[in-house]
């Protein structure tokens, strides 16, 4: 069970890391702009640039969901349910919730 001095130290953790995800949207949106096919680059760098945006979609797309999963454990950071194994019922630790705060399942649950 969570006291409410970590579901603060836990909102503060993921506030900082919406802002986080927020900024790497912003960069991630611009680096994954269209090639222009009309840049006077040669062959293999317009492979490398077109590849390079293939990773940065990649990219955005998983910061955009991790983005979501974040909202979603700042709304309900206050459920008594926060921070207990969705599989197993039991108390996720404090360490992996300050590290991944969206965690839904402790660590032997996510293994499985």
Not at 80 to 108: S, W
């Amino acid at each position: 069970m969570l006291s409410d001095a970590d579901r603060s130290r836990l909102k503060t953790i993921i506030i900082e890391k919406i802002q986080e995800a927020e900024s790497d949207i912003l960069e991630l949106v611009d680096a994954t702009k269209p090639v222009a096919p009309e840049n006077s680059i040669g062959r293999i760098s317009r492979m490398d640039a077109i590849n390079n945006k293939s990773v940065g979609e990649a990219t955005l797309r998983e910061t955009r969901n991790r983005l979501k999963r974040l909202n979603n454990a700042l709304a309900s950071i206050d459920s008594p349910k926060f921070g207990v194994c969705t599989r197993c019922g039991e108390d996720i630790p404090m360490g992996r919730l300050e590290f991944i705060p969206h965690a839904t399942r402790c660590v032997y649950c996510t293994g499985r």
